[in-house]
């Protein structure tokens, strides 16, 4: 069974789900069609508190019918299961507003076109905010609206009370930060010095009535959770929120512009019958921007409009100038445009630099592809090189600044800078125009709108358009994995700026929304989720054998309604009858061919890792690819599953994933520190990063270099991660995917530099299903040899270093068998590494280097180490005098590893390994060193377990594949003893 969790989230709550509500319905039957009023109840009551009996006055004497119900968590309607009762959020009562119209439209007897809202005391504020957002309303019938919660709390209690219920806020958030149960108290109370939501002798008297004629049926109408009144900006209903999400038709004078464009004609919507049929859906509609006037993309409607209007204005010309016009004057003007793109907005700036005639520089992300950047060349723009793509927009906008004449011309709004991008925006009107146009013959009711996100200038136009509508569709946001920043706004409640990771979907990997997008997006945006590369490559291929056009963001809609019609039909909405539309918003475009990430099995994932090419670039002198690659998959595949990533990387092309499943606070906590780089193909025999499923000695295995060092350990790590992320009752478990281990470890040194701890840590070297505590630690010394050089035919001046360096090595033996013996790690020992000198046969070499590597016990220190062996070279001087060297050089030193096998995580540890491969299991010393000695030297006690396998840096390398399952099965079963335990229960 699948234990992945997608990306999928409903802001503000609005899961559309009734059952939570009790819905009333108070109307005459018999009646045609009528209008229905709906009806809520104020400040912590009910509907039955006089609520019912209004709406049956209003069924009486009036042609409508009536809805009243209780917000979620108040009387008989419920709550989401673990969620607290009686609490006062006003974001969810919202929801529950608009969820009720939803549901009165869906009745028979109900005229879906005449919704009224009503209001009462609190809920008088909800109706007006509810009527400011939702276009169903129609009408609002409100008593001396309140429409904010916190002056009317100012008006209604003493006002030397207020500093104690500001503390009471305080005291019920900040242990809700930590995860703790929210603080209850009274609605009222008649005594204003004990703590309650209304502390006064009339709302005390009023509440205690209605509490003793609803008893044993509501006894929970006591209590509210205080912090439900300051949240969501103290309740401000005010014409600030009205002014921000109304919604205005665009001018038709857009439509005209764009209509005088070279080649403008509209594109077409086409009707995908067969992937309709294949996944139960009545109609989709895919409107097609993969060719608009000549240009592979959408947003030349956006860049033309908006860089029309900022020439225009910047020049004080009418806006009925005509393009030759405009042309004339920005050339005698020295105008010049700038922009920022990830792909198809800078081209489309270009190309009206090209119509206008004005130079124009458009700064692209390092990533960028050459070809795109190539047809933005084509287009006669100067292209300028930034980092990432958030970088370009800010260089771009300071470019701009510095230069007379300069006009930045994008889609991302930031403060100050919002009239442009919200010109552009309106640009993307004509599109929507002509989906108006064309649906009008084809279907009625559209019911779902998938809008692809980057800055969210596209979302935004299309929120409000087709919110605007008498019955508005649902309308789902789709971002890549690793750049889902709406949804990870809407997660947080208020934009947040996010870092992202590479992703085919270039042209929406943006990780800060357009200022001006967010608040439409936030109130208006129906399901946000987010979709792997993979899913976009698929739905790129779907497209394709329609013959449509499309690269990895213009089939990301239909990879997003795939994954709706499989997980999550039911929230969506989706049923046989649904109309969608999709925006296919690129053509066809080269991109690299992703891995899948939707992959659980640590088998199949491994053979995955073996593929991706991670071989250490430091580590010797064949030049290695480093560990970029195969850390982007691992960081897609963790945020595919929506846990938490961290990338450390020090060093460029260096880095290392943290993948974080948080836990409890009070359990124990688990770090699975694995390496992802590999050593040298160069001594691998053939098809090195195969990754096949192969047979050895009767067994099924892996084969490929890394495959047992350590990316099968890495592998089930990862399972292991998702797996706990799954679980309630745990502490935190962290996966350490980390880089360089074959060399300095710099991945963990990161690591901990960082600040990264657990209460215990395994590494899953490939220990053959052996539990090992303990390690050797090992130092690298390089020493230089120093001869005389002089043509070979010169022995009377020649100083051979090479033979000098020999005797060295010779010595060294005698050395070697001085080294110290432990009693559990065995007896230190040393080998020459590497040697290197001369520069051709017939000259004396002047320098011969050699490096040499000491496996350490405890008790040795480098500082020994180099002392041993300096009396060694002073030995080898004092006998020839033409011996000659340079002062040794430590090059690296990494201390021995030793935890006892009586510590509680060694024990945990070896009790989850026996369960697993049904054998006691005795603590063994592991022949290499590991990261695990620098976790330990950390304050991290660690164990090194992995799977079985042969072939460790050789020319064949395979790890058996039952192994791979046993140590993702023991991480598991420690992962669910180890960090169940509390923290002080050693």
């Known amino acids: 069974m699948p234990h992945a969790t997608r990306r999928y989230r409903v802001p503000n709550s609005r899961q559309r789900d009734f059952s939570r509500l009790v819905i009333q319905t108070c109307e005459r039957f018999g009646r045609p069609k009528a209008p229905v009023i709906i009806m809520s109840a104020g400040w912590a009551s009910l509907k039955e508190m006089s609520i019912d009996q209004s709406a049956e006055e209003f069924v009486a004497k009036l042609p409508v019918a009536a809805l009243v119900y209780d917000h979620r968590s108040w009387g008989s309607s419920d709550t989401a299961v673990g969620q607290p009762k009686r609490e006062i959020i006003p974001s969810i009562q919202l929801s529950d507003m608009r969820d009720t119209i939803t549901y009165a439209q869906r009745l028979p007897n109900i005229d879906a076109t005449k919704v009224a809202l009503w209001g009462s005391f609190y809920s008088r504020g909800h109706v007006l905010q509810v009527t400011a957002i939702d276009k169903r309303v129609k009408a609002v019938i409100n008593q001396a609206p309140m429409v904010s919660g916190w002056e009317t709390l100012l008006r209604l209690v003493r006002s030397d009370l207020i500093p104690g219920i500001n503390t009471m806020f305080t005291g019920d958030r900040l ?51 205080p912090s439900g009144l300051k949240s969501r900006t103290a309740l401000e209903y005010s014409s600030f929120y009205c002014r921000k999400i109304r919604i205005q ?36 509609f895919l409107k097609d921007e993969s060719e608009r006037v000549g240009l592979p993309s959408f947003k030349i409607l956006g860049a033309s409009w908006g860089t029309f209007i900022a020439v225009a204005s910047k020049l004080q010309l009418p806006h009925t100038i005509s393009l030759d016009d405009l042309a004339a004057s920005a050339k005698t003007a020295s105008i010049t445009l700038f922009a920022a793109t990830d792909g198809n907005h800078g081209r489309a700036v270009a190309y009206m630099a090209r ?23 084509e287009e006669g723009a100067n292209i300028v090189e930034s980092s990432t793509y958030d970088i370009a927009v800010q260089e771009a906008a300071e470019a701009a600044k510095r230069e007379e004449g300069a006009i930045l011309i994008q889609d991302t709004a930031f403060n100050g800078y919002e009239k442009i991008p919200e010109q552009i925006v309106q640009g993307y009107s004509t599109m929507l125009m002509e989906i108006e146009n064309q649906l009008h013959n084809k279907c009625g009711q559209v019911d779902l709108v998938i809008c692809p996100v980057g800055v969210g200038s596209l979302a935004k136009a299309v929120v409000e358009n087709f ?55 936030h109130d208006n945006v129906d399901i946000s989720l987010s979709i792997s590369d993979h899913e976009a490559h698929l739905a790129v291929q779907d497209l394709k054998k329609q013959n449509i056009s499309s690269g990895p963001c213009g089939a990301a809609g239909l990879a997003a309604l795939r994954l709706l019609a499989k997980e999550f039909r039911e929230q969506s909405g989706l049923t046989e009858n649904s109309t969608v539309v999709l925006i296919n918003t690129e053509a066809s475009r080269t991109y690299p061919e992703p891995w899948d990430v939707s992959v659980d099995d640590p088998v199949v994932l491994t053979q995955i890792l073996t593929r991706i090419e991670s071989t250490n ?129 710099r991945g963990t040194q990161d690591l901990i530099a960082a600040g990264w701890r657990a209460d215990g840590a395994i590494v899953p070297e490939p220990t053959n299903l052996s539990m090992a505590v303990a390690h050797k630690g090992f130092v690298w010394v390089e020493i230089e040899i120093q001869g005389f050089a002089a043509h070979g035919s010169r022995a009377d001046l020649g100083v051979d270093a090479i033979l000098q360096a020999a005797k060295f090595i010779l010595a060294l033996q005698s050395y070697a068998e001085t080294l110290p013996e432990d009693n559990v790690l065995g007896k230190g020992t040393m ?65 021995p590893h030793r935890l006892s096998p009586e510590h509680p995580f060694a024990l945990a540890a070896i009790a989850a390994a026996e369960s697993v491969v049904g054998r006691k299991i005795s603590p063994e010393t592991f ?15 660690a164990v090194v377990w992995g799977p079985a396998g042969e072939g460790l840096h050789a020319e064949v390398e395979y790890v058996d594949v039952e192994s791979i399952r046993q140590t993702e099965a023991m991480m598991t079963l420690l992962i669910e003893d180890f960090c169940k335990q509390r923290i002080d229960s050693d």
């Open 355 to 377: 119509i206008l005639a004005v130079p124009c520089y458009i700064y692209v992300p390092k990533a960028l592809d050459t070809g795109t950047r190539s047809f933005i060349s």
């Open 175 to 225: 242990p809700r930060a930590a995860g703790q149960a929210s603080t209850t108290v009274p609605v009222s109370n008649q005594n204003p010095l004990v703590p309650s939501s209304l502390p006064s002798a009339e709302a005390f008297a009023f509440y205690s009535e209605w509490e003793s004629k609803l008893e044993g049926s509501n006894p929970q109408v006591n209590y509210l959770h």
């Open 831 to 895: 080998h020459c590494g590497q040697i290197k000198g001369g520069d051709e046969p017939s000259t004396y070499p002047a320098v011969c280097t050699v490096v040499v590597e000491l496996r350490t016990v405890s008790g040795q220190t480098s500082e020994g180490i180099i002392k041993g062996i300096r009396e060694v070279l002073a030995g080898l001087s004092k006998s020839d005098k033409r011996f000659n060297y340079a002062e040794p050089r430590l090059l690296l030193s990494r201390a």
């Open 617 to 745: 670039p430091s580590l010797s002198v064949a030049d290695g690819t480093g560990e970029t690659a195969i850390a982007n998959y691992i960081e897609a595949w963790l945020q595919h599953r929506d846990i938490e990533t961290h990338r450390l990387e020090t060093s460029p092309g260096r880095p290392s994933i943290v993948g974080v499943a948080h836990g409890l606070k009070d359990k124990k906590s688990l770090m699975i520190n694995g390496h992802i780089d590999t050593v040298s193909l160069s001594n691998y025999g053939s098809d090195p990063i195969a990754g096949n499923l192969e047979q050895r000695n009767g067994r099924d295995v892996v084969l490929g270099r890394g495959c047992l060092d350590m990316k099968a350990g890495v592998a089930a790590g990862m399972t292991a991660l998702a797996r706990a992320k799954q679980q309630s009752s745990i502490g935190t478990v962290i996966l350490a995917a980390v880089a360089d281990e074959e060399d300095s470890s």
């Open 467 to 521: 919110k605007a509508q008498t019955f508005p569709p649902k309308v789902v946001s789709v971002e890549p994995d690793t750049a889902a920043c709406l949804y990870q706004s809407l997660r947080q409640g208020h934009a947040v700026d996010i870092r992202t990771s590479d992703t085919i979907m270039n042209g929406m990997n943006c990780g800060t929304l357009s200022s001006i997008s967010w608040p439409s997006l």
């Open 927 to 941: 022949p290499a060193w590991t990261d695990a000695a620098l976790l330990g030297e950390s304050g991290t006690p």
């Open 249 to 284: 038709k665009p001018s038709k004078d857009i439509h005209e512009f764009h209509k005088k464009l070279p080649g403008y004609k509209p594109t077409p919507l086409w009707s995908l019958d067969n992937i309709a049929a294949e996944l139960g859906i009545k109609h989709i």
